[in-house]
């Protein structure tokens, strides 16, 4: 694989990844509590820059020096996610359903979106850089891969969050029974999935 392509690859595949059900399911329960397109834009910035932290930081480590992450970090990060979808589906389920405020819970919220990046990242980030190290000869071209790979999933995110706030948004700005029925519809479609992200981890392919 040329370098030119490693790196249209890496952005391609970043984008595609950023449509995984359980980053979805995140952005649909964080923007529960947000506002407006750039709102929604600014958290998925936040999550992504969080994601890239930990991603690359794995990454490199696999690319640039060899390592070899053992199978039970990897299961141990799969078990992480999903206990952070149940954990922030249950949250969303018993908080008391405000109206969010422009400015009383910024702090709060930015943290929580990075701090939910931080641990996406970590998910399966050891086996898509030694994909990297297996398909692209050069250590150069394989850690410029794996930042595209990094931003294309920033910018799909910021782009699928944009796009999901406007329904959201409508949705929320109904009040009384479609607000509950959203906020706790995205609640529970976020535990279902981090029970089906546990389970995988525990009993399916990945813990052979």
């Given at each position: 694989?040329?370098?030119?392509?490693?790196?249209?690859?890496?952005?391609?595949?970043?984008?595609?990844?950023?449509?995984?059900?359980?980053?979805?399911?995140?952005?649909a329960?964080?923007?529960?509590?947000?506002?407006g397109?750039?709102?929604?834009?600014?958290?998925?910035?936040?999550?992504?820059?969080?994601?890239?932290a930990?991603?690359?930081?794995?990454?490199?480590?696999?690319?640039?020096?060899?390592?070899?992450?053992?199978a039970?970090?990897?299961?141990?990060?799969?078990?992480?996610?999903?206990?952070?979808?149940?954990?922030?589906?249950?949250?969303?389920?018993?908080r008391?359903?405000?109206?969010?405020?422009?400015?009383?819970?910024?702090?709060?919220?930015?943290a929580?979106?990075?701090?939910?990046?931080?641990?996406h990242?970590?998910?399966?980030?050891?086996?898509?850089?030694?994909?990297?190290?297996?398909?692209?000869?050069s250590?150069?071209?394989?850690?410029?891969?794996?930042?595209?790979?990094?931003l294309?999933?920033?910018?799909?995110?910021?782009?699928?969050?944009?796009?999901?706030?406007w329904?959201?948004?409508?949705?929320?700005?109904?009040?009384?029974?479609?607000?509950?029925?959203?906020?706790?519809?995205?609640?529970?479609?976020?535990?279902?999935t981090?029970?089906?992200?546990?389970?995988d981890?525990l009993?399916g392919?990945?813990?052979?």
């Amino acid at each position: 694989m040329t370098g030119v392509s490693a790196l249209l690859l890496g952005l391609g595949l970043g984008l595609r990844h950023a449509a995984d059900a359980d980053h979805l399911v995140v952005v649909a329960t964080l923007l529960q509590r947000e506002r407006g397109p750039r709102r929604a834009a600014l958290i998925a910035t936040l999550w992504g820059l969080g994601h890239s932290a930990t991603f690359l930081g794995v990454g490199l480590l696999v690319v640039l020096l060899g390592l070899r992450v053992p199978a039970p970090f990897e299961r141990a990060a799969e078990l992480l996610v999903a206990f952070m979808l149940i954990a922030l589906g249950a949250w969303h389920l018993v908080r008391p359903q405000r109206r969010a405020s422009a400015t009383g819970h910024g702090g709060a919220a930015h943290a929580r979106s990075v701090a939910v990046g931080l641990v996406h990242g970590l998910a399966g980030s050891a086996g898509i850089a030694l994909l990297a190290t297996t398909t692209i000869p050069s250590r150069l071209w394989a850690a410029a891969y794996l930042a595209l790979f990094g931003l294309g999933t920033v910018a799909g995110m910021i782009a699928l969050t944009v796009i999901l706030s406007w329904p959201i948004g409508w949705t929320l700005a109904r009040g009384g029974a479609a607000r509950r029925f959203s906020v706790v519809a995205a609640a529970l479609l976020g535990i279902a999935t981090g029970l089906l992200v546990g389970a995988d981890a525990l009993f399916g392919a990945g813990a052979q």
